[in-house]
Each structure stands twice: as C-alpha cells, then as structure tokens.
C-alpha cells in the first residue's frame, strides 16, 4: 500500500534551516510528481512546492520562493524540503503528497501525516 | 485570504443533506480547471473526497457527489452522519498564479 512519512520537523529559531524528508513506499516513486503543502495551526491547507517525477521541473509559492527548496532522490524513494530563513509565519504540518496529473489539472490522491515546524525564538 | 472561497461553516442534523461551495474566478475554475475536494478529520492528513469536479475515488460513498459550473463548485453530502463533521477543501490550479490552489476550508458540524 502507498504511504508518505514525514520527518524532520522541530522547533527552530528565526532565520535557522531545517530539512524536511519524506519516504515514500508502495508505488513507483520515479514515476510521480511530488508536492508540498503545509497548514498553519487552526488554518487552512496552503501549497508550498512541486518537483516533477524526475526532478527537473520545480515550482513554489510566492510566499516561499528563494527560501525553500525542493527537490528529491528517486534512488533513495525520498523527497525532500530544505527551509531556510525561517519566519514565524512558517509554523506550520507539512505535509508531502503524491500528485496525479489529467491533462492540466493537479490533485493529491495519497498525503503522509504530516511533521510540523515551529518557528520560534 | 484564500483565492478560492468557501463558507467558514455548515451544519446539519444526522439523514440532511448539506451543500459546501467553492467560489472561483476566471483564472481558475472559470478558465476551465477542474476542482477537487479533500476531507480533513480532526487532527488527521487530508484525504481525497471528489477529483475532476465529480468522480469519486475508490471506498468514498456515494452519498457523497461533486458539481461544476462556470466560477463555482459545490460539494454535496446527503445522509449526513457523525462522522462527517469535518473540515473540507475545494483544490484547483490558477494560470495567473502558475500554482496550485485551496479554498479556506469549511467545517461541517452534524448537530
């Protein structure tokens, strides 16, 4: 069966870096574009990123971009977020999510638990 | 505040349906993208409801049914039960953005 572990997360100082990873197990990881999507608490869901299958494409959020990076080692079926600069307002779970793709449209068909990452001094 | 829109909360008695919207604009829904709804359970990872506007994965009942029209989406539940009082998201893409988007999310309460 398809899972999605998470880990990495913790407490962490403004402006401090952290990695987030993701094992994936059950599918064919080099096949699948990944994302990243992560929930302030008592917020709503707010897309972070995406690495296509190979990782040669890869997008942000404004809110994000040129702070975290995404990327992913299909030989290791693991995909990865590195935060840097790190503010309060990126308290948040993150979560990592398989894509499926129809034509132009994008959904999430499998997400992990979730690690979450507290921004605070 | 989310590019999507949906109302904060609905409620209902256990056997009524309820009906969550979803709100767009020309550049997502109304550009012709589809829309995709996703339970989240109290302190659990969200779970695909409803993708490509209507269908509905695997093991998820069909109580439960999707629509679209124009800048909007809407989310049908009926017989409702205990156990779906939970938060729900409508997802699209938006062109003008270049990404993926959610709306704010509704919490159903079952009364």
């Known amino acids: 069966q398809v899972q999605l572990v998470e880990s990495g997360g913790g407490v962490v100082q403004p402006g401090r870096s952290l990695r987030l990873s993701c094992a994936a197990s059950?599918?064919?990881?080099?096949?699948?574009?990944m994302h990243w999507v992560r929930q302030a608490p008592g917020k709503g869901l707010e897309w972070v990123a995406i690495?296509?299958?190979?990782?040669?494409?890869?997008y942000y959020a404004d809110s994000v971009k040129g702070r975290f990076t995404i990327s992913r080692d299909n030989s290791k079926n693991t995909l990865y977020l590195g935060v840097n600069s790190l503010r309060a307002e990126d308290t948040a779970v993150y979560y990592c999510a398989r894509e499926l793709l129809v034509g132009p449209n994008y959904y999430f068909d499998y997400w992990g638990q979730g690690t979450l990452v507290t921004v605070s001094s | 505040q989310s590019v999507l829109t949906q109302p904060p909360s609905v409620s209902g008695a256990p056997g009524q349906r309820v009906s969550i919207s979803c709100t767009g604009s020309?550049?997502?829904?109304?550009?012709?993208?589809?829309v995709h709804w996703y339970q989240q359970l109290p302190g659990r990872a969200p779970k695909l409801l409803i993708y490509g506007n209507r269908y509905r994965p695997s093991g998820v009942p069909d109580r439960i049914s999707g629509s679209k029209s124009g800048t909007s989406a809407s989310l049908a539940i009926t017989g409702l039960q205990a156990e779906d009082e939970a938060g729900y998201y409508c997802q699209s893409y938006d062109n003008s953005l270049s990404g993926v988007i959610f709306g704010g999310g509704t919490k159903l309460t079952v009364l």
């Open positions: 059950g599918f064919t990881f080099s096949t699948y574009g």
């Open positions: 690495i296509s299958y190979d990782g040669s494409n890869k």
């Open positions: 020309s550049s997502n829904i109304g550009a012709g993208y589809d």
